[in-house]
């Protein structure tokens, strides 16, 4: 049997050998990578930062034991500056309890949601993190009882912050700061953002649905591909800004600023567009059917190739609005109660009176008769067409060329529509400018003899558009032959002899005096006039 000295050995080794056993373990959970992995086990995915000193806690617990005031503008976090890692750990304590693997969607949306009103988070990196229902501003009937001092104060300051992948789903963000801020896919699903700045903010793909952007300011923002379904965009400022593919349908863009805005491609079937203004902005290829522009201010926008179907252009303003290819069937030009639609001129200082560029337009069963075409001298693809400038430079003669083609095109397929709903007066005055561009093509073309040619028909009879001017034409040429037989010291005719004497000889039956020969200047003028009536 072992002595007590061997037992007590062969323990001894079997300890050295269990420190050794953990002295490894601990050597390799130290590494970076299994430490990480370790943690993760009992931390949520989106927990990144190492837990903040304990000193910290201690500081932010106090802040949390304030009572909230807006009366006096008291918060637990207003003006101080929290990190990633300080807002991770307010999280984690607000959702104590619930344990690992329960964050999900459904638990939080169930999460009260923090307190940051006041707080600073600029240029802080929140990526993914859950902050639905976060309480970054007053409610709507708190904001709309407070002071401006107390609305500033509530405003929470995410300048610059990255949100991108965040949850943020019914938060309340009303006058929140959220200049240059990154919200990349960000869910922002029923959130409040009346009234935020969101100046050059990236929404790029975010889902804003539902959404309540009344008075936002995000001039120059990023929101392409974002999902604004139903959202609420009413007066929102949105000067500049990107919204090319955007989803749009059904949303409240009423009174909206959007001029130069870029909404190619965008989703807005339904949406209220009514008295929004659109000034050179970029709809090409956009999806407006049925939706209600009523009164929307269209002057110098690009809608090549939008979908305009069943969409209410009501009082519309489509001054050298460009509709090139664009579908217009079932388009309301009309209210109920039948007020045109105004085309009236571009400014107050004399200008002619500019239409909308239409050239290869698909008119379908546009009503054309409501419209005052009357109020318009030329349309959008004509006066595009006379501008020797483009962007400050001047037209190469290839461009001049493919304007005026387009303008010739865009005039002839109107009078072709207007004249197949009866309207005769009216397309007899596009299918006029029509010829008269078709001149211009021919010049620089560089055939002078068609331009001189059609330049004389012009001149005569307006191309049979304008007959008075046959008339004018033919009294100019009797008044003149009469002088002339006047002037002829051998014809000794009285003014009434000389003004029969031109009328016969104008219709081919002159006849000569006696002793006069067919050399006589008075024989050869009779010819000549003769001729002019060929």
Not at 145 to 169: D, K, M
Not at 281 to 292: D, E, I, M, R, S
Request: hydrophobic share 40%; net charge negative; with cysteine.
């Amino acid at each position: 049997m072992p002595t007590n000295e061997e037992n007590e050995k062969n323990a001894g080794v079997r300890r050295e050998s269990g420190n050794q056993r953990d002295a490894a373990r601990d050597a390799i959970f130290s590494t970076s990578p299994l430490k990480n992995a370790t943690r993760q086990e009992y931390q949520e995915p989106w927990n990144i930062e190492p837990e903040i000193e304990q000193e910290r806690q201690e500081q932010l617990s106090r802040y949390l034991a304030t009572v909230p005031d807006i009366i006096h503008c008291l918060y637990p976090f207003k003006g101080v500056k929290l990190s990633r890692a300080d807002v991770e750990w307010l999280l984690s304590i607000s959702m104590k309890g619930r344990g690992p693997g329960d964050g999900d969607d459904e638990r939080r949306e169930l999460h009260p949601g923090l307190d940051l009103r006041g707080a600073d988070l600029k240029f802080e990196d929140l990526h993914t993190l859950p902050l639905a229902r976060l309480r970054g501003s007053l409610t709507s009937k708190e904001w709309d009882e407070a002071t401006a001092e107390q609305r500033a104060a509530a405003a929470v300051l995410l300048t610059g912050a990255n949100l991108s992948e965040a949850h943020l789903e019914q938060a309340d963000l009303i006058g929140a700061h959220l200049e240059h801020a990154s919200l990349y896919e960000a869910h922002l699903e029923q959130a409040n953002l009346a009234r935020a700045y969101l100046e050059r903010a990236f929404l790029a793909r975010a889902f804003l649905k539902n959404a309540n952007l009344n008075e936002a300011n995000m001039a120059k923002a990023d929101l392409s591909e974002a999902y604004l379904q139903n959202a609420n965009l009413v007066a929102a400022r949105l000067e500049g800004a990107y919204l090319n593919g955007a989803h749009l349908a059904k949303a409240d863009l009423s009174a909206a600023r959007l001029e130069k805005a870029y909404l190619s491609a965008a989703y807005l079937e339904q949406a209220n567009l009514s008295v929004a203004h659109l000034e050179e902005g970029y709809l090409n290829g956009a999806h407006l059917q049925k939706a209600n522009l009523s009164g929307a201010h269209l002057e110098g926008a690009y809608l090549n190739e939008a979908f305009l179907e069943g969409a209410t252009l009501y009082k519309a303003h489509l001054e050298r609005t460009f509709l090139y290819k664009a579908h217009l069937e079932g388009v309301k030009l009309s209210g109920s109660h039948g007020v045109d639609t105004q085309l009236k001129n571009v400014s107050q200082s004399g200008e002619p009176h500019i239409g909308p560029s239409l050239a290869d337009t698909q008119w379908g069963n546009v009503n054309l008769a409501i419209v005052q075409w009357i109020q318009i001298d030329m349309l959008g693809d004509e006066y595009e067409a006379r501008q020797t400038l483009h962007a400050g430079k001047r037209k190469d003669k290839v461009t001049r060329l493919e304007e005026y083609e387009a303008a010739v095109r865009a005039n002839r397929q109107l009078a072709v529509a207007l004249r197949a709903q009866g309207l005769d007066e009216e397309a007899a005055r596009f299918a006029y400018r029509a010829q008269i561009l078709q001149r211009i093509v021919l010049r620089l073309q560089g055939k002078l003899g068609s331009y001189l040619f059609s330049t004389c028909l012009d001149l005569l009879a307006g191309y049979g558009y304008k007959p008075g001017r046959s008339l004018l034409a033919y009294l100019i040429v009797i008044f003149c032959f009469t002088c002339l037989y006047l002037f002829i010291p051998s014809a000794h005719l009285s003014w009434d002899e000389a003004l029969v004497l031109s009328v016969v000889s104008f219709h081919g039956r002159g006849f000569l005096l006696p002793n006069m020969s067919l050399g006589d200047a008075f024989a050869r003028l009779a010819a000549i006039e003769a001729v002019l009536v060929c």
